[in-house]
């Protein structure tokens, strides 16, 4: 209820004016039309590997169950930035409103923080895979893995619950202007006109507990997996096992690497320039990248999406 009293008080005109790429393009149309494919496409391929996971009885196994949630949470993250960056630019309006900006930040918080949880899930379930191989369908069973994204979905919400009200609730007394396509944390706390340097500091350990967790996670699974696969005798085994994770460990990479620049970094080293560069990144090319690293390097992908294309063997005879 205190979430929805902060956002009711602080109606009224004094709106945030978003600044974002096009103010600074010299060819702001075609760089509209360049962000709107980028959205169709990853829409589209998220969309896509979300209905072939869902509709092959192959792809019916924990991992792309989780896949299917990161596809999922790639499609809500960008429809959060893109929708609204690209309407402003058609209709020539740039404001959005405290309570608009509020959600957003929250909906992109939640979200981001959702995925850095999903993604250490995704290491524990192929640790399990491949390090407890007979015991695996039962360690990881349905329930299981519905609990694990449910519980990322839930400490993810924690990050927007904690950040977006002590943000949203700053004294805004200096420009409106937010030199950002979106509402993003560092961004408006640079129009306070308070002393922002203890909510940093809070930011600063929130997000050091986001990351630092789901990291812990994700470097013990990929220790005693590599030990494993260096044990394995089988030379295909070993092949299977690291192309597998190497998708992931690409995905984990991206992502967190832009996060932990966007929210770990000193502010002295961060310009508007730099942070709206990064924050592109990783909110509307990361979601196009992940689909694609998940389906041209997985077989299994690929083979039901010619099941699906009803391509026959006497069509890869004649390609070969």
């Known amino acids: 209820m205190d979430n929805i009293t902060w956002l009711a008080n602080n109606t009224g005109g004094n ?18 039309v360049v962000i709107f494919v980028i959205f169709l496409m990853a829409l589209s391929g998220n969309a896509i590997l979300i209905f072939l996971i869902h509709s092959n009885a192959h792809l019916h196994t924990p991992m792309y169950f989780f896949i299917s949630q990161l596809s999922l949470m790639d499609m809500m993250y960008i429809s959060v930035t893109v929708p609204k960056m690209l309407m402003d630019q058609v209709i020539g ?13 929250f909906l992109y918080l939640t979200l981001g923080g959702s995925e850095f949880f999903l993604l250490a899930a995704m290491a524990y379930d192929r640790y399990m895979a ?126 967190y690497g832009a996060a932990i620049y966007t929210y770990m970094i000193p502010s002295s080293y961060h310009t508007p320039e730099k942070d709206m560069v990064v924050s592109f990144f990783y909110t509307i090319l990361t979601p ?30 004649t390609i070969k």
């Open 15 to 32: 709106d945030f004016i978003l600044l974002g790429f096009f103010s600074q393009s010299k060819d702001p149309a075609l760089l509209c």
């Open 93 to 105: 309006i740039k404001k959005i409103s405290i309570p608009e900006c509020g959600m957003q930040m």
């Open 130 to 255: 491949i390090c407890h191989p007979l015991r695996y369908p039962v360690l990881m069973n349905h329930r299981i893995c519905l609990l694990l994204a449910s519980g990322c979905w839930f400490l993810g919400s924690m990050d927007g619950f904690m950040l977006t009200p002590i943000t949203m609730t700053l004294p805004f007394c200096r420009s409106r202007e937010i030199h950002h396509f979106f509402c993003e944390v560092p961004a408006i706390m640079k129009l306070s006109c308070s002393d922002t340097s203890l909510i940093e500091t809070l930011m600063y350990l929130c997000c050091v507990l986001m990351i630092l967790i789901p990291v812990t996670v994700i470097s013990s699974s990929y220790s005693f997996i590599l030990l494993t696969i260096y044990r394995m005798k089988s030379a295909e085994g070993r092949k299977k096992a690291l192309t597998t994770c190497s998708s992931h460990m690409t995905v984990v990479t991206l992502f």
């Open 288 to 317: 196009v990248i992940n689909p694609l690293i998940y389906s041209f390097r997985n077989k299994d992908v690929t083979g039901a999406v010619k099941k699906m294309l009803n391509v026959g063997p006497d069509f890869h005879e």
